[in-house]
Structure formats: structure tokens, C-alpha cells
């Protein structure tokens, strides 16, 4: 979903005062919910699916569920983060329901600010520092983590995007998840482990 263009210049509004506007069905507020936070939510949606035509019907989905359940939001913890929790819940509904198999794009479908998360998400999991390998090299292992990727549930994948390719702070992930903070890092922990034996066990079995 590309950026909205505008060229003047929107007021900043904390959180509060935009869930309120949002409320009092302000059409100008919901506007600068979507413009504010569709690209991360539609970014959020491009990993978890893989489709680039999934995600953004995915995200227009999400904001549906936000604007039906606005009047959840009680403000404990930050917008952003309760915007994610509600995408993420979209998205894991979707990947049980219809039981997809995809593979993550790290590559990017749509080439975005967050390219550099990618480098950074790939070095994470698999325990490396960045190296100066020639092209195929790179190639051929960002294949196999993209294969591994797939072979993960749809939980754990989840909580990888969130914790290496988002950067999101335990703490954050407990309150989108709804879990406590030891079991986002057992389960962070998990799916890291879970993940690096999938890619190992792709370059024993690749020629």
C-alpha cells in the first residue's frame, strides 16, 4: 500500500487526541490513522503472507478491525503497538484458516525504508556477522532462510518479524501478544533455535 501524498503538512497529535477525534467520527482523523500507520501495518502484513495483493487486503482488513474496536483501546499501551497487536491477529486468523505454506520476502516484494531490517533480520537468525560473500553465495543462503522461513508456524513466525525484523522491544511484544515477558523470550529463544536447525538442515540437504 503506497504512502499517502500529501504536501502539506499534517499536525501532530498524541494518541489520545486521535483516538478521541477518531471517535467523535472525525473523517480528518482516520485519515491521519491510515496515513500514519498503513505502511508499517501493510509491512507487517507483506512478511507474514509473502503476497503483496494478500497483504494490502490484509491491511485494509486490519484497519476495519481497528476502527470496529477503537473503542477498546484504553490506552495502556502505545496506538502503534495495539494497531499491531490487531494486524498480527488478522493475519494469524488468515494463515490457520486457509493453512498457507509461504515464504518469507525478505527481499522485498516492495522495496520500502525497512530494507536495511532485512540485512539485519537474516544476520540475527542465523548467527552471523555481516561478510563480504560474493553474490551467488548471498543468494543462495538468503534461498535457504527463505525456505526455513516457510517451514515455520505461523506463531513463530510472528514472533521473529516482530522481534528481529521489526526491532520491537520485549516489552512491546508481550503487550501485542498478550503474553508475558519470559515467554516472548523462551519463545523468541524457540523460534530462533527452531529456525537455525531448519537452515542447517537445508545446506545438508542442498547440492
Same mark, same amino acid.
Given at each position: 500500500?503506497?504512502?499517502?501524498?500529501?504536501?502539506?503538512?499534517?499536525? &501532530?497529535?498524541? $494518541?489520545?487526541?486521535?483516538?478521541?477525534?477518531?471517535?467523535?467520527?472525525?473523517?480528518?482523523?482516520?485519515?491521519? %490513522?491510515?496515513?500514519?500507520?498503513?505502511?508499517?501495518?501493510?509491512?507487517?502484513?507483506?512478511?507474514?503472507?509473502?503476497?503483496?495483493? %494478500?497483504?494490502?487486503?490484509?491491511?485494509?482488513?486490519?484497519?476495519?478491525?481497528?476502527?470496529?474496536?477503537?473503542?477498546?483501546?484504553?490506552?495502556?499501551?502505545?496506538?502503534?503497538?495495539?494497531?499491531?497487536?490487531?494486524?498480527?491477529?488478522?493475519?494469524?486468523?488468515?494463515?490457520?484458516?486457509?493453512?498457507?505454506?509461504?515464504?518469507?520476502?525478505?527481499?522485498?516484494?516492495?522495496?520500502?525504508?525497512?530494507?536495511?531490517?532485512?540485512?539485519?533480520?537474516?544476520? &540475527?537468525?542465523?548467527?552471523?556477522?555481516?561478510?563480504?560473500?560474493?553474490?551467488?553465495? &548471498?543468494?543462495?543462503?538468503?534461498?535457504?532462510?527463505?525456505?526455513?522461513?516457510?517451514?515455520?508456524?505461523? +506463531?513463530?513466525?510472528?514472533?521473529?518479524?516482530?522481534?528481529?525484523?521489526?526491532?520491537?522491544?520485549?516489552?512491546?511484544?508481550?503487550?501485542?501478544?498478550?503474553?508475558?515477558?519470559?515467554?516472548?523470550?523462551?519463545?523468541?529463544?524457540?523460534?530462533?533455535?527452531?529456525?537455525? $536447525?531448519?537452515? +542447517?538442515? &537445508?545446506?545438508?540437504?542442498?547440492?
Amino acid at each position: 500500500m503506497p504512502p499517502a501524498s500529501d504536501h502539506t503538512k499534517t499536525p &501532530q497529535l498524541d $494518541d489520545a487526541e486521535l483516538v478521541r477525534r477518531v471517535r467523535a467520527g472525525e473523517q480528518a482523523a482516520w485519515s491521519i %490513522l491510515i496515513r500514519e500507520h498503513q505502511d508499517r501495518l501493510f509491512n507487517v502484513c507483506l512478511r507474514m503472507v509473502s503476497s503483496r495483493e %494478500l497483504a494490502a487486503d490484509l491491511t485494509q482488513d486490519a484497519f476495519v478491525k481497528i476502527i470496529q474496536g477503537i473503542d477498546s483501546f484504553d490506552g495502556r499501551s502505545k496506538l502503534s503497538t495495539w494497531m499491531i497487536r490487531v494486524t498480527m491477529n488478522v493475519c494469524l486468523s488468515k494463515l490457520r484458516s486457509e493453512k498457507l505454506r509461504r515464504h518469507a520476502s525478505l527481499d522485498a516484494t516492495t522495496r520500502t525504508n525497512d530494507d536495511h531490517d532485512e540485512t539485519t533480520f537474516a544476520q &540475527q537468525l542465523q548467527g552471523s556477522e555481516p561478510q563480504a560473500h560474493e553474490r551467488v553465495e &548471498q543468494d543462495r543462503e538468503r534461498l535457504l532462510l527463505q525456505r526455513a522461513l516457510a517451514e515455520l508456524d505461523s +506463531e513463530q513466525r510472528a514472533i521473529l518479524i516482530l522481534a528481529d525484523a521489526r526491532g520491537v522491544a520485549y516489552e512491546q511484544i508481550a503487550q501485542v501478544l498478550g503474553i508475558a515477558i519470559g515467554t516472548v523470550k523462551s519463545r523468541v529463544f524457540r523460534a530462533r533455535t527452531t529456525l537455525r $536447525d531448519l537452515i +542447517e538442515a &537445508q545446506r545438508r540437504n542442498s547440492p
